[in-house]
């Protein structure tokens, strides 16, 4: 058994709670199991507790073992100086906190049901990508619709983790946690990284000063991004390496460390066309930004309008193209742009301001998104499950990732239907 799964019969009372004892004989009467705590210390607080009719109030700590205790060292913490009451499943010590005092403890065994145990282990032991598959289907699809709207809210806290870091990088100026982000995940995957090293190396703030000058966006891109070969025979390779010259002096620039992906990448999304995609965008950037402050949407320029004398025919500085390529904003990287950057980033932005209409305005955006397309949404569609919208899609996504993955079945409310079912 793990610990998890204890927490959870604790927390719902699903074990005898006839002719509760200490193990040293004392009469205990729950009032209140107390909150499961989600930070370090011990794991539920708030609790109340009555032993031998006296009434405690704090902290309760769950290990599978008491030896446990001080294996993690809780007898040499003051945070755990305030546990009222040990529940344990086998009482193999007695346990002291750090002032020398006998912490009263429950044994749970014996008293937690087999059925309980057995669908658990079934669970955990499930060698399928979705372990309930054989359950979910009769989940009442209201709960299951609802369990969706806070997984989907789950998501989006943990972007916001992510978001806040660029945001702190970038010295708390929004436009640049906007740019940083964007381009990031005009990469992908495969080269997000490098290009929000790209981005900490030469700031919008910087760009904007050439906003209206193409060529000098686009050398000064390439040559921060080291991707302007050496001594190449290409006269257009050649004249970014000049003005790349000229404007790395005036600027101080320096080129970024991480390294270009190429590799199963489709050509056309080359990090090479990427950077040249993005010297399109910028002119739209900070009034795209600027809509968003304004709950408005985002409105990207024709694609008609983004042809260029040498990208719309190159995929990369030696790869030419047989004929002219597509070079634009696809719908699809549109999708990808509004599900990933556009709604974490608005959502972050009302918590971190206490703006209830852009955590609003984020849901909108992920609502008016089609359903994402990949590995984890089929899966869901083998059972039967289909995403209505971005929104739901990204839930699933949530769902399948942080819980299924990893057998999180007890904090899950499909697989906690199931273990306490009657």
Same mark, same amino acid.
């Given at each position: 058994m793990r610990e998890d799964l204890l927490q959870f019969v604790w927390a719902h009372g699903l074990f005898d709670l006839s002719n509760l004892?200490?193990?040293?004989?004392?009469a205990i009467g729950i009032e209140r199991f107390g909150s499961l705590n989600s930070i370090a210390g011990p794991d539920f607080s708030d609790a109340r507790i009555r032993i031998d009719a006296h009434l405690w109030i704090g902290n309760v700590e769950i290990?599978?073992?008491?030896?446990?205790? @001080?294996?993690?060292?809780?007898?040499?913490?003051?945070?755990? @100086? @305030?546990v009222i009451l040990h529940v344990v499943l086998e009482n193999d010590m007695t346990i002291y906190n750090q002032n020398g005092e006998l912490i009263p403890t429950l044994e749970l065994k014996g008293r937690i049901?087999?059925?309980?145990?057995?669908?658990?282990?079934?669970?955990?032991?499930?060698?399928? +990508?979705?372990?309930?598959?054989?359950f979910i289907k009769d989940f009442p699809k209201i709960q299951f619709n609802a369990w969706l709207e806070s997984l989907l809210v789950n998501r989006l806290e943990r972007k916001s983790n992510d978001i806040r870091l660029i945001h702190k990088t970038a010295d708390g100026n929004w436009l640049e946690t906007f740019y940083t982000l964007f381009v990031g995940y005009l990469g992908q995957n495969q080269n997000k990284l490098a290009l929000q090293e790209l981005c900490r190396k030469l700031p919008f703030n910087t760009l904007s000063k050439h906003i209206d000058q193409p060529f000098q966006l686009e050398s000064m891109l390439f040559g921060v991004a080291n991707l302007i070969p050496a001594n190449s025979q290409v006269k257009y390779a050649q004249r970014l390496q000049n003005e790349y010259e000229f404007l790395k002096i005036k600027y101080s620039l320096n080129e970024i460390s991480q390294q270009w992906k190429f590799g199963g990448i489709?050509?056309? $999304?080359?990090?090479?066309?990427r950077i040249a995609l993005l010297v399109k965008l910028l002119p739209y950037l900070q009034r795209g930004y600027n809509n968003l402050m304004q709950s408005e949407e985002i409105k990207w320029p024709d694609s008609s309008s983004f042809d260029h004398e040498y990208w719309s025919f190159h995929y990369s500085f030696k790869d030419e193209a047989k004929q002219m390529i597509s070079f634009r904003l696809s719908d699809g990287l549109k999708q990808i742009l509004k599900i990933n950057v556009i709604a974490p980033f608005v959502f972050f932005y009302?918590?971190?301001?206490?703006?209830? +209409?852009?955590?609003?305005? $984020?849901l909108t955006v992920l609502e008016s998104c089609k359903p994402e397309k990949n590995r984890v949404l089929r899966e869901w569609q083998k059972l039967e *499950?289909? $995403?209505?919208?971005?929104?739901?899609?990204? $839930?699933? *996504?949530?769902?399948?990732?942080?819980?299924?993955e990893h057998k999180n079945c007890v904090i899950c409310n499909v697989g906690k239907s199931l273990i306490q079912k009657q």
């Open positions: 004892v200490t193990t040293t004989g004392e290990h599978i073992k008491a030896s446990e205790w @001080n294996q993690h060292r809780h007898d040499q913490d003051p945070a755990y @100086n @305030n049901g087999k059925s309980i145990i057995k669908r658990y282990q079934s669970l955990c032991e499930s060698k399928r +990508r979705i372990p309930c598959e054989g489709r050509p056309e $999304a080359f990090p090479t066309r009302g918590r971190e301001v206490g703006g209830d +209409r852009f955590i609003g305005q $984020a *499950i289909e $995403a209505q919208d971005g929104a739901q899609s990204q $839930a699933l *996504i949530e769902l399948r990732k942080q819980y299924c």
